[in-house]
């Protein structure tokens, strides 16, 4: 079992930045990758971002390119979303996720566990 904590969230204006923080505990140590999802009020979940846990291949949904960033720290067993330029739609939980069996998939049943969600609104 892995255990996930999301940190970071909360309200923000348009254009503002916000660092989500996901720490993992328990069976880490096969790990393939991680990944940030996020969910807004009456919408399916969506894929945001991933990374593989050794080599630290990044992949980004084609909506937060160029203004969200994925990293890890090994060491820590934390993965982090850094969110530049914020816009109203991306208003929503935000989840981390983390899978022993895939590298990189974008799809939610590529991921075995899941944190509680932290929560980002973006103000207009």
């Known amino acids: 079992q892995v255990q996930l904590v999301e940190s970071g969230g909360g309200l923000v204006q348009a254009g503002d930045s916000l660092r989500l923080s996901c720490a993992a505990s328990g069976r880490t140590f096969d790990m393939s990758a991680m990944a940030w999802f996020r969910q807004a009020p009456g919408k399916e979940r969506e894929f945001v971002a991933t990374?593989?846990?050794?080599?630290?291949?990044?992949n980004y949904a084609d909506s937060v390119k160029g203004r969200f960033t994925i990293s890890r720290d090994i060491a820590k067993n934390t993965v982090y979303l850094q969110m530049n330029s914020l816009k109203p739609e991306d208003t929503a939980d935000y989840y981390c996720?983390?899978?022993?069996?895939?590298?990189?998939?974008?799809?939610?049943?590529?991921?075995?566990?899941w944190g509680q969600g932290t929560q980002v609104t973006v103000s207009s």
């Open positions: 996720s983390s899978t022993s069996r895939t590298y990189g998939s974008k799809w939610h049943d590529g991921y075995d566990y």
């Open positions: 990374i593989t846990w050794s080599s630290g291949i990044t």
